[in-house]
């Protein structure tokens, strides 16, 4: 057995380390050929026409919303369950942030609420969405694309969870998560605990040749070296810088580690479908823990269960070494937020979610053993 099992972990082969080592050995540290090829592989892994790869999820975001003119006037609806980035994004930009709850059963935004809020201001108030695939568990964008396109909405899909998952449409059609048929953008992270580990790392995918050059060129100051798009050319040398942007690049070593865990993706996702499975079979029968609720397109990042004792639960697995986490606090509790003037009550599903949620033992070397050793400990704090 592992000295300890953590919630999501990332697996690094021979191969990526060899990956790794040859780039290092090349001509090219930052951007070199393998940004490239990493965004081709990765769009054609995810379905959709463009890619670009960025320094990490949150600057993938940021991008997003610069690209979509996000600022003070700017009026945003995401989830309260989700990482906090999906709604700083806004804030960097000087944009507000609101807040749909969630629905009790899949966890992710509440639609008929998203509904209810867009239509309880004038027309015009509202911007964007940014709805998130938690947990893997893929939103439903073609109903969240009706609802914006009646309200003139751009939608940036937060896919970090959901590489490789999806949903069926109405004309039950296969739509992977981040594609970018129904929303404007979508964004990824390789943070480690993420399906494809980069150490830092994340990619911003979309259909819009436009917002493709704009964030190509946002990622690297607002500079672009594209003749086509300068203004002027004096010759070799010359570049534009057109409007501020950041330096948001990836090194090519990370998009050549990116590209070799690419290669795994497929068969560390079935890996975690097996996993959901085995929690599913183990815990069928135990009337303390709820299960989620889950489609075939789920992609599982996280395997999410309630209890009533989660404090206690999770105090007890951390005593037999397993780290079981909590995702998400609901960010409009978070102290930032509440100065903004969000506060407690605010989203009663999204807080009674939290006060239940466990996100037990989840990555693709997870061995059985050690799931086991996970469900027996989990049995035996409830055979109390
Ligand atoms: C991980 C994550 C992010 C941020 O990604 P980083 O690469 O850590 O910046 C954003 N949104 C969600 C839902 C995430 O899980």
């Known amino acids: 057995m592992n000295s300890t099992i953590p919630y999501g972990k990332q697996h690094i082969s021979q191969s990526d380390i060899d990956a790794v080592v040859a780039t290092l050995q090349s001509d090219y540290l930052t951007q070199g050929p393998k940004v490239q090829e990493f965004e081709e ?11 670009v790869a960025v320094a990490n999820g949150t600057a993938a975001l ?6 979509l003119n996000v600022d003070e006037n700017t009026n945003v609806i995401t989830t309260p369950i989700t990482f906090s980035a999906s709604a700083n994004c806004i804030k960097y930009c000087g944009g507000n942030v609101f807040f749909a709850d969630i629905d009790a059963e899949t966890f992710l935004i509440d639609i008929e609420k998203l509904k209810a809020l867009i239509q309880s201001k004038p027309k015009g108030f509202f911007s964007g969405i940014v709805p998130v695939d938690f947990a893997g568990n893929a939103v439903n964008l073609e109903a969240i ?4 396109n009646e309200h003139n909405l751009w939608i940036i899909e937060d ?35 993420k399906h494809i580990a ?19 060129k ?67 029968s135990n009337t303390n823990i709820v299960t989620p609720k889950y489609d075939a397109g789920h992609a ?16 007890f697995l951390k005593e037999n070494k397993i780290y079981a986490q909590v995702h998400y606090i609901p960010v409009h509790t978070m102290p930032y937020y509440k100065n903004l003037g969000f506060k407690q009550g605010d989203f009663p599903l999204a807080e009674a979610y939290y006060s239940k949620c466990l996100s037990l033992p989840m990555y693709p070397t997870l061995t059985k053993e050690d799931q086991q050793y996970v469900i027996d400990c989990i049995n035996k704090f409830y055979a109390k």
């Open 218 to 284: 946002l990622r690297t100051h607002g500079i672009t070296k594209n003749p086509a798009l300068m203004h002027e050319n004096h010759g070799g040398w010359y570049m534009e810088m057109q409007e501020l942007g950041y330096n948001y690049r990836i090194p090519d070593m990370l998009c050549a580690l990116g590209i070799s865990q690419l290669q795994r993706a497929n068969e560390g996702l079935q890996r975690r479908k097996e996993i959901a499975k085995v929690y599913d079979e183990a815990f069928a």
């Open 62 to 67: 940021h991008l997003c919303a610069l690209a």
């Open 41 to 51: 592989k990765f769009a054609q892994y995810i379905g959709s026409k463009y890619a």
């Open 300 to 315: 599982f990042h996280l395997y999410v269960i309630q209890i009533e004792d989660r404090l206690d639960l999770y105090n």
């Open 145 to 148: 694309k009706a609802i914006a």
């Open 159 to 193: 896919a970090c969870h959901s590489p490789g998952g999806y949903f069926m449409d109405s004309k039950n059609n296969k739509q992977n998560c981040g594609n970018s048929v129904f929303a404007d953008l979508a964004i990824f992270s390789f943070h480690p605990v």
């Open 198 to 216: 980069c150490g830092e790392g994340g990619m911003i995918t979309t259909n819009d040749e436009a917002l493709y050059n704009r964030l190509l």
